[in-house]
């Protein structure tokens, strides 16, 4: 079965009165189940897909697999830390987040220079930055007047929300 046989079947699954539903063809085995959740107006939920495809012996190896690296975690968890202390000290001011997942871009285009470096003042409102998302450009503007301290990311590097980009002081 294709990805987009597949996609056509839960969308009308998902648009439906149906509980559950099993196909099986040749060596393809497939099943779906929707909890009673699914049914509230408010709120429908994704149905749950098991089958061949999703081997039910990965289930119970994934507990057993986080509880070996636990160990490890907490040694990885202290560089972390130790490293915090040290984060504060360097970006004194206040953070310009990115409000949405996207590509970072110092300029409007490759050949331009960037909207700002390091030193600069600016003013509230003035644009720092472009985030591309879905081929749309957002241009993000400082919200207060001062001087960039700091620019924590590359042009043209994913960035994530929330993701802090600039220091302004």
Do not use: W
Request: charged residues 20%; glycine residues 6%; negative net charge.
């Amino acid at each position: 079965m294709n990805p987009d046989d597949l996609k056509k079947m839960l969308d009308a699954l998902t648009h439906a009165d149906v509980r559950e539903f099993t196909l099986k063809t040749g060596s393809f085995d497939l099943a779906l189940k929707r909890g009673p959740q699914a049914f509230a107006p408010a709120a429908p939920s994704a149905p749950q897909m098991t089958g061949s495809f999703a081997p039910a012996p990965a289930v119970p190896a994934a507990p057993s697999a986080p509880a070996a690296p636990a160990p490890e975690a907490t040694p990885a968890a202290k560089p972390a830390e130790e490293a915090a202390p040290v984060a504060p000290a360097a970006s004194a001011g206040t953070p310009v987040k990115a409000p949405i997942v996207g590509t970072f871009y110092s300029a409007s285009s490759p050949d331009a220079a960037p909207y700002v470096k390091v030193g600069d003042r600016v003013e509230a409102g003035q644009v720092l930055c472009i985030i591309e998302a879905m081929k749309l450009m957002n241009e993000i503007e400082a919200e207060q007047s001062g001087v960039i301290r700091e620019i924590l990311v590359k042009n043209a590097e994913p960035v994530e929300y929330g993701q802090t980009l600039f220091m302004i002081e």
